[in-house]
């Protein structure tokens, strides 16, 4: 029986839910391919050994050791970052390893280099676990789609930002108070910027687009609103309206251009995506054969990652055992047809909207908010007037009808300089199914 | 550029789409994998001559004549049934071609001697569309999860059953006259008894389990109840009880014995399968490594099965083009480690219960029902008394905590023959979330 060795470069929380993973499916996938896969070399400069289940994997500080070791045939970098992440992954590429990552920041950003020195040199870049944590959304896109144009990609990609909007939904407390209660759990890291800012969602989204759509794209490229600002009455007022606020990914495909955004969105409670709750993602595609479909499951966590870094390890060994490497392309489409396509500019789209105007409670405010909306043809859908006191400001909620970025922004530069409106207004936009999937 | 030659076995409603998604995606099958796909032949006894975009492609009534045709690489079956599907089947993998089918019937049934012969033949036997229409969810059970040990399959699989329990629920119209309307719209057959008697589901669960455990079995082996007796009234006390019912394919996982059914099952309304309306499905797994698992879609359509087979299709074609057929097993495990495993006796297992009972209107009615129940250790959760009129019977609803099979059956035998209760009771099996996924 042929043994396919193993590389793993950092043995964190990650790395080591692999090495559990490989050693107590040891077995199966053997039962499952013939193939024994084997950990052959940890590298890791934190650790100076490792637990006794892996006695027979060599330990090393040197990830440079590992990557010229002719015995080793796969890398599996989880270390996450540009740098190092980077260097090594190049170097093992230019030894002839293939490569597996879980890292999304890395391949958001370097992805063109990372492929284009991959395909030159012949070798595997498998990155299931960069996406969805466990579920199999990029062998999805890439294989069971195949025969699909992708109209839509729609999803709650980062765990850590829905568990946090879903316990404010549940709890009815601010962010912050949630954010701290996150981290202490573990449910979010020390610095949640990435998470709850949306620039690890945007790192995904990217990712999606690269394949889905053929094209080159950076995480840079994706207009990207985080959920630091959602206040618990604006999940509030949402369930008022019957929706929930979710942090989503969304891009939509109009053929020579193609949207890309992230921000906290106003789902309708019909739509399966306001029901998934907690540390849960969700990716959902529409496809122009395949019509909609939508792939659950847990966004991270220590082993469901290694599920799917363990796939493409399978993935790759059955490749070499066959001689078919190179059998699907890495990003789906033959690196010559990958192409530039413009990003649709946040100015050109259009949504309904939600917004909380703070105003001063006296006649003829909701007149002049009105007369400003109409002014710019934005056509109001309802309006809820809540925490009226004997002082203070009142909260005026309206949800509008479908209304372009540029006249919202315009209208709204406006009723924010309003004397009776007395804080900047909130926004949220939201999903509009009809114009979401037919696009 | 290498040309893979498709036959088509049966031009009816999935196989024509099958033939206009091979035309529509044409030059994505190519700019993804490199290799032109080309539907050569159709064969059907039912038409003379192809609709004109197909001028390419040759028609004949005679299926042999295309499996004996050495142009063509990969026959693909789409004419359902067992007979003469099957024939066709075994001669076509006889002749050494790669097999596609959509045909749960035949693969539940016949599965064993198909995918023998074909290993003994070293040819593919694709079966994407076979469960879940569009969804790929074979190949996410072979490869994207093949690290894990699956411990439940739980899920919605048949799109005319779903279609018709969500009208029932929607409306409060009766399972006869969603049905008619059902079939009057084409979402239901003229003879609808494989899918509202829940024997579809069972065909797939069965496909399901084969790959998800590595097992031989039938769908002759699951216990399989439809949806045929449900009535408006259950729907609606399930809501009150905050349930919504779903026909479920269940199996559980316990090692040296696997649990296997198929029936009306109430769906806690904060599960996401309870979410799942209309003609979509969506199947559930547990796996040890990857935790829970859904995917969701349309489970029929002439499109969206159409993209299932075609990925099939490139799945053999890129195996064909590498030389590296049998990459995959099959059945995701490798033929001699397909097991025997024992299916847990319905008797021997357990769950929480919905019962209607319908009772006259007397006192100690429900003291008597207490009673049995009681005896035979039943604990009741909920009560509620309905339909309290002068004269008749009342319904009285019970749900209950988890109590066996067997002991269900003899308390409800004991209290259908009391004096007091007028009719037959009806009883439904209730989701128990801790019994499902930590079986």
Redesign the interface.
């Given at each position: 029986m042929r043994t396919i060795s193993v590389g793993l470069i950092g043995f964190g929380t990650v790395g080591s839910g692999l090495a559990e993973?490989?050693l107590?499916?040891k077995d199966?996938?053997v039962?499952?391919?013939?193939l024994a896969v084997r950990l052959a070399c940890v590298a890791d400069i934190m650790i100076d050994e490792l637990p006794p289940q892996f006695a027979g994997t060599k330990l090393t500080k040197d990830a440079r050791e590992m990557i010229n070791d002719p015995e080793i045939d796969i890398i599996v970098e989880l270390i996450g970052g540009i740098e190092p992440a980077k260097t090594f992954v190049l170097e093992a590429i230019a030894a002839g390893k293939h490569v597996v990552t879980a890292n999304k920041a890395l391949l958001s950003q370097e992805g063109k280099e990372i492929f284009a020195a991959a395909a030159d040199k012949g070798v595997e870049v498998g990155f299931?676990a960069s996406v969805g944590g466990?579920?199999?959304v990029i062998?999805?896109l890439k294989?069971?789609?195949?025969?699909?144009?992708i109209l839509s990609i729609m999803g709650i990609m980062n765990g850590t930002a829905n568990y946090i909007l879903t316990r404010m939904t549940d709890e009815g407390i601010p962010f912050a108070d949630v954010l701290k209660d996150a981290q202490e759990l573990g449910f979010a890291e020390a610095d949640p910027t990435y998470d709850v800012e949306g620039i690890d969602t945007a790192h995904k989204l990217a990712i999606l687009m690269t394949m889905a759509y053929?094209m080159n794209i950076t995480h840079n490229d994706i207009a990207t609103e985080g959920i630091s600002q959602v206040e618990p009455m604006d999940i509030e007022f949402a369930r008022e309206f019957g929706y929930r606020i979710k942090l989503l990914a969304i891009s939509k495909n109009h053929g020579d251009n193609v949207e890309a955004r992230v921000h906290p969105t106003m789902v309708p409670e019909s739509h399966?995506l306001a029901?998934?709750n907690g540390a849960?993602n969700a990716i959902h595609f529409t496809?122009?054969?395949?019509?909609?479909?939508?792939?659950?499951?847990?966004g991270a966590?220590k082993?469901?990652t290694?599920?799917?870094v363990?796939?493409d390890v399978?993935?790759i060994a059955?490749?070499i055992?066959?001689?078919?490497v190179?059998?699907?392309?890495s990003l789906?489409?033959?690196p010559e047809?990958i192409k530039d396509i413009t990003i649709t500019p946040m100015d050109d789209l259009a949504c309904p909207w939600y917004f909380r105007i703070s105003a001063k409670d006296k006649p003829g405010v909701l007149a002049s908010i009105a007369g400003v909306l109409s002014e710019y043809d934005i056509s109001i859908e309802s309006v809820i007037q809540k925490g009226r006191q004997e002082t203070g400001p009142v909260s005026i909620v309206i949800s509008t009808h479908t209304a372009p970025e540029v006249a919202v922004h315009a209208a709204l530069e406006k009723i924010d300089h309003l004397d009776v409106v007395s804080a900047p207004t909130v926004k949220i936009r939201m999903l509009d199914e009809t114009v979401s999937f037919e696009g």
């Amino acid at each position: 029986m042929r043994t396919i060795s193993v590389g793993l470069i950092g043995f964190g929380t990650v790395g080591s839910g692999l090495a559990e993973v490989l050693l107590s499916q040891k077995d199966r996938l053997v039962q499952r391919s013939g193939l024994a896969v084997r950990l052959a070399c940890v590298a890791d400069i934190m650790i100076d050994e490792l637990p006794p289940q892996f006695a027979g994997t060599k330990l090393t500080k040197d990830a440079r050791e590992m990557i010229n070791d002719p015995e080793i045939d796969i890398i599996v970098e989880l270390i996450g970052g540009i740098e190092p992440a980077k260097t090594f992954v190049l170097e093992a590429i230019a030894a002839g390893k293939h490569v597996v990552t879980a890292n999304k920041a890395l391949l958001s950003q370097e992805g063109k280099e990372i492929f284009a020195a991959a395909a030159d040199k012949g070798v595997e870049v498998g990155f299931e676990a960069s996406v969805g944590g466990g579920i199999p959304v990029i062998k999805a896109l890439k294989e069971g789609l195949v025969a699909n144009n992708i109209l839509s990609i729609m999803g709650i990609m980062n765990g850590t930002a829905n568990y946090i909007l879903t316990r404010m939904t549940d709890e009815g407390i601010p962010f912050a108070d949630v954010l701290k209660d996150a981290q202490e759990l573990g449910f979010a890291e020390a610095d949640p910027t990435y998470d709850v800012e949306g620039i690890d969602t945007a790192h995904k989204l990217a990712i999606l687009m690269t394949m889905a759509y053929g094209m080159n794209i950076t995480h840079n490229d994706i207009a990207t609103e985080g959920i630091s600002q959602v206040e618990p009455m604006d999940i509030e007022f949402a369930r008022e309206f019957g929706y929930r606020i979710k942090l989503l990914a969304i891009s939509k495909n109009h053929g020579d251009n193609v949207e890309a955004r992230v921000h906290p969105t106003m789902v309708p409670e019909s739509h399966l995506l306001a029901s998934i709750n907690g540390a849960y993602n969700a990716i959902h595609f529409t496809g122009d054969t395949v019509g909609n479909v939508l792939l659950y499951g847990l966004g991270a966590g220590k082993i469901p990652t290694g599920s799917a870094v363990a796939a493409d390890v399978m993935d790759i060994a059955r490749n070499i055992e066959f001689e078919a490497v190179g059998r699907v392309p890495s990003l789906s489409y033959l690196p010559e047809e990958i192409k530039d396509i413009t990003i649709t500019p946040m100015d050109d789209l259009a949504c309904p909207w939600y917004f909380r105007i703070s105003a001063k409670d006296k006649p003829g405010v909701l007149a002049s908010i009105a007369g400003v909306l109409s002014e710019y043809d934005i056509s109001i859908e309802s309006v809820i007037q809540k925490g009226r006191q004997e002082t203070g400001p009142v909260s005026i909620v309206i949800s509008t009808h479908t209304a372009p970025e540029v006249a919202v922004h315009a209208a709204l530069e406006k009723i924010d300089h309003l004397d009776v409106v007395s804080a900047p207004t909130v926004k949220i936009r939201m999903l509009d199914e009809t114009v979401s999937f037919e696009g």
